[in-house]
């Protein structure tokens, strides 16, 4: 039974808002809420005995959204589940996933999932992957989400990830393989504030003539939060790699970043960029001097960066 | 009316005290133009802080339309309608140049049409620079004329700018001195613009030259043209003796 509290929860990682007529399949607490197949797009349960859906998306689909929402609304409660995803050839699809965890217990409360995406030749993905955690209870919200993504000839995916402030801990692990003429592109924001943990290794594997892989990785830590961030792009043959690792730190926060690049083939060209630093006392003076109070300026900063 | 009281600044540096402003007093009228310019490290800069609170003075009292602003933060004085436009702009990531159109006007549904008119008075086509974030993507001209749309786009009452033309091209140059002209003959603003440039200069009401912490000379351009040329050759002592070997 999806209640108010779901509703606001699934508005927030998935922008979800009454039910679409897209394929969708929304997961509460471990049971299935809502499934909906479309005529190109199949999910059904896994046959292997595994917790999760497999999504098959039939060659040639174009335009089409697929939502995969998970809730958690109880305390004192764990998750492993595998999604895996079969995109078939030149396809143009949107994948909106997310995990929504409203903890009012004082008990964890912890999603781990693991998504496999094997996109085929020349399709291209957009996918969205919002975490987000509330409630009023004392109990941890914990996200453990791996992704791995294999990309056929020609075959793209836009990644993008955000995590702002409600998780306690996350263990993040992204890795995608670039065939041939293959592109990757992922985006990561990230506030951490409080006590809270956020781990992330991501490695972008570019095996095939003529692939691409970037990352941009944005972040701000306030507080006593904690950031570890480790991406690593692997060049196998003619290939271009960039990695772009940007942090705002603040308070008694601690981030460390550790980009690495390594080239198995002289037509690798590989770039890593690192940065973290406080906000910048001529920003802040600027936008007060445009009538914005300091704190009003922090915000405008944070959310500009974030954006 | 602005009115400066008495301002001294002084630092401390490996225990030496160093004035930086010195007993500086100043009234400004509403709706005029003055330029301060002088020699590099007078304390124009610093003198234009201090006005908008960026710096706070050692001793002196500032007063605004009547009012003591001395203890304002800059906050309050540009709440009060004080604006300033940095030399060196700082960028942002992330931050688009509508967005910080939008901050600097206080409207939060800032048009594209009023967005245009300020970029166009700087010399930007809104077209090309709306969306783009002000990053290290954009030149330092290009990020200079973007400080300027800024304090257009807040409609102060009193403008200051410093070094309004360091980094801009010669195009973008003129266009922004007729704006200046423009608020200047609607008296739409009273504007302290710290400048070195003869253009600007001829466009001033008044011109306050500002050198070793004072100030030096007041007047029109035309009586302190000479001034300053004198002092610029007098004070060099490679041109001088060149000179005196001539003579």
Known sequence: MINEIDQALLEKIADLVGKPVDALNIRKDGGCEARQSTEHIKIDARTDGKEGIDIRILDGTKGEKCYIPVVISKSDYSEMVYNDFYVGENCDVDIIAGCGIHNSGCDEARHDGVHTFHIGKNSHVRYAEKHYGEGEGTGAKVMNPQTVVYLD????????????????????????????????L???????????????????VLDGEDSK???????????????????IVVGNDKCFGHVQCDSIIMGNAKIES?????????????????AIGKIAGDQLLKLQTLGLTEEEAEDCILKGFLA | ????????????????????????????????????????????????????GLVTPTSGQILYNGRDITGLSITERARLGISYGFQQPPRFKGITVRDLLTVASGDDNLSKDKCC????????????????????????????????????????ELMIFDEPEAGIDLWSFARLTETFEDIHRTHSATMIIISHQERIIRLADEIIVVGGGQLQYRGSADEI????????LGSCPVLTRKEAAGA
């Not at chain 2, 401390?12 to 007993?23: H, P, R, T, V």
Request: net charge negative.
């Open chain 2, 117 to 156: 008119r300020y970029l166009t008075q700087v010399g930007l086509c809104a077209n090309d620079y709306l969306d783009r974030e002000v990053d290290v993507s954009l030149s330092g001209g290009e990020v200079k004329r973007i400080e300027i749309a800024t304090i257009l786009a807040r409609g102060s």
């Open chain 1, 213 to 231: 892989g970037r990352v941009i990785s944005r972040s701000v830590a306030q507080d006593e939060s904690r950031q570890v961030f480790r991406p």
């Open chain 1, 258 to 274: 550790v980009p690495a690049i390594t080239a198995n083939s002289t037509e690798a060209q590989l770039i890593h960029e690192a």
């Open chain 1, 186 to 204: 992922i985006t990561e924001r990230l506030l951490t504030h409080g006590r809270q943990l956020a781990e992330s290794d991501m490695e972008i």
């Open chain 1, 153 to 184: 000839e020609g075959a793209t995916i836009q990644m993008e990830t955000v995590q702002i402030r409600g998780i306690d801990s996350t263990k993040r692990y992204t890795k995608i393989v670039c065939g041939k003429g293959a592109e990757a």
């Open chain 2, 1 to 52: 009316m602005l009115e400066l009281k008495h301002i001294s600044y002084t630092v401390s540096d490996a225990g030496m005290e160093q004035a930086i402003l010195n007993d500086v007093s100043v009234s400004i009228p509403d709706g005029k133009l003055v330029v301060f310019t002088g020699p590099n490290g007078g304390g124009k800069t610093t003198l234009a802080k201090v006005i908008m």
């Open chain 2, 225 to 232: 043209f000479p001034k300053i040329m004198a002092d610029t």
